[in-house]
């Protein structure tokens, strides 16, 4: 049982400021987006070009929105936090905020053989780390039920099971990596619909 202090945070504080990061990471990743600098006429072979650029973003910019909305729906029910709640969800925070770096890493790597296992490999974990967090957020929520109210077990018990499934898929997509790094970033594509559509 976790004792609440009087002066804890507030969980709007605490979603005001998560909101922050996420609007923040999820406004770096354009920032890999370069206008390409190219004569009259090559603009559209070199956009093409640079399709692994366009492909990692957008599984970026969706996932991160849906990692905002999982987020959200999380903290909304949830009517005191704890220090403990604080430090996980810095930990959740801290995964979210690497998505930009991450991100470069790949698609700057993606067509190049001798980089694009590990690079991607890196990327998949990055979102293994941030499904293993909302777990443990889900699982220490469960342990502590004075932090909710009752009537939200339930929801919590059935988003942690979908956590389990994604943390799988994203390992799995880590190591299926090292044949195919594309294929990889597809499975990542696959989860953002999968978790788009999966019953809340």
Not at 10 to 24: C, Q, T
Not at 79 to 99: C, P
Not at 166 to 187: N, R
Request: hydrophobic share 50%; with cysteine.
């Amino acid at each position: 049982m976790t004792k609440i202090s009087n002066r804890s945070l507030s969980p709007s504080r605490l979603e005001a400021f998560s909101d922050g990061v996420f609007s923040i990471a999820i406004t770096l990743l354009v920032l890999e987006l370069h206008i390409p600098r190219v004569q009259d006429g090559e603009l559209s072979e070199s956009l093409l070009s640079d399709w692994p650029s366009y492909l990692s973003y957008f599984v970026s910019f969706f996932s991160i929105g849906i990692t905002w909305v999982n987020h959200h729906g999380l903290f909304d029910r949830i009517k005191a936090t704890s220090r403990t709640l604080l430090f996980l969800n810095l930990g959740l925070l801290l995964g979210v905020a690497t998505i930009p770096f991450t991100t470069s890493l790949a698609s700057s790597w993606l067509q190049t053989p001798s980089g694009s296992t590990l690079a991607v490999a890196i990327y998949c974990l990055n979102w293994a780390l941030i499904a293993l967090m909302f777990i443990a957020i889900l699982r220490y929520l469960l342990n502590n039920n004075e932090l909710y109210e009752a009537e939200f077990s339930s929801i919590f018990k059935e988003e942690s099971k979908r956590g389990k499934v994604g943390i799988s898929l994203y390992i799995l997509a880590s190591l299926i990596s090292l044949m195919s790094p594309i294929l990889a970033i597809c499975i990542c594509l696959i989860m953002c619909i999968w978790f788009v559509f999966a019953p809340q």
